[in-house]
């Protein structure tokens, strides 16, 4: 089982929301990571995961705040966006962290802030 | 940061083969990857090769990296339809740290 999934698929919300996204693998992966990408463009890393404890803060704006509740489980809790956060917010896992990092993706979570 | 750079279109005839082509800038590269991602999807993994090789073959796809030029390929034989997309080229570095570093990416059409 190669799969990461993320709920919703589609998020709309008003930029006095609160809302929350959802992602899980069940590989054993260690290390967990959220990502940005506008259209048309790479994915920008945001957060990382490594055994449960945040260890890389890409300068996200507070707006975003993740969470790891255990090592299966990462959250990105949401709250007064702005426009230009629209975006797709992947999820991927990796085993560890360490040089080689084949990272697994989710299917992402097209969020649109209105 | 890192600089990986990607011509952005690559059009080509259903059968022909295509050769996606990247560069990088860091020296401290260990692992390239490339990745596809179709429309509205995530990012798939479709290959990997450690820097101290020239090549691997994996399949229709065949990885080249010239180490001195910091120059990566993927090479897929036998283009198919279904193979349009976008794939990116992401290195990871010798630091031990988790992060990718992804190219701009290459948007591939294939031709029917």
């Known amino acids: 089982d190669t799969e990461v999934t993320q709920t919703p698929k589609h998020l709309v919300m008003g930029m006095t929301n609160k809302k929350s996204l959802k992602c899980e693998q069940h590989?054993?992966?260690?290390?967990m990571y959220w990502y940005k990408q506008k259209a048309k463009k790479p994915p920008e890393l945001m957060f990382v995961?490594?055994?449960?404890?945040?260890?890389i803060n890409e300068s996200v704006p507070s707006r975003f705040s993740p969470e790891c509740p255990n090592s299966s489980l990462l959250n990105l809790h949401l709250h007064a966006l702005q426009p230009e956060d629209s975006a797709l917010y992947l999820c991927a896992s990796s085993h560890e962290p360490r040089a080689r990092n084949e990272q697994y993706f989710g299917p992402g979570t097209r969020l649109t802030v209105t | 940061g890192e600089d990986v750079e990607q011509s952005l279109f690559l059009s080509v005839r259903e059968g022909d083969s295509s050769v996606i082509n990247c560069t990088y800038t860091d020296s401290s590269s260990t692992y390239l990857y490339w990745y596809k991602q179709e429309p509205g999807a995530g990012l798939q993994l479709l290959t990997y090769i450690f820097s101290n090789m020239d090549m691997k073959q994996d399949q229709r796809l065949t990885v080249l990296l010239n180490k001195k030029d910091k120059h990566l390929s993927l090479r897929i034989a036998d283009t198919q339809t279904g193979d349009s997309a976008i794939y990116f080229c992401?290195?990871?570095?010798?630091?031990?740290?988790?992060?990718?570093?992804f190219g701009t990416g290459t948007r591939l059409t294939v031709i029917p």
């Open positions: 995961y490594s055994y449960e404890k945040l260890s």
């Open positions: 992401a290195e990871s570095l010798q630091t031990g740290a988790n992060n990718l570093f």
């Open positions: 590989m054993g992966h260690r290390a």
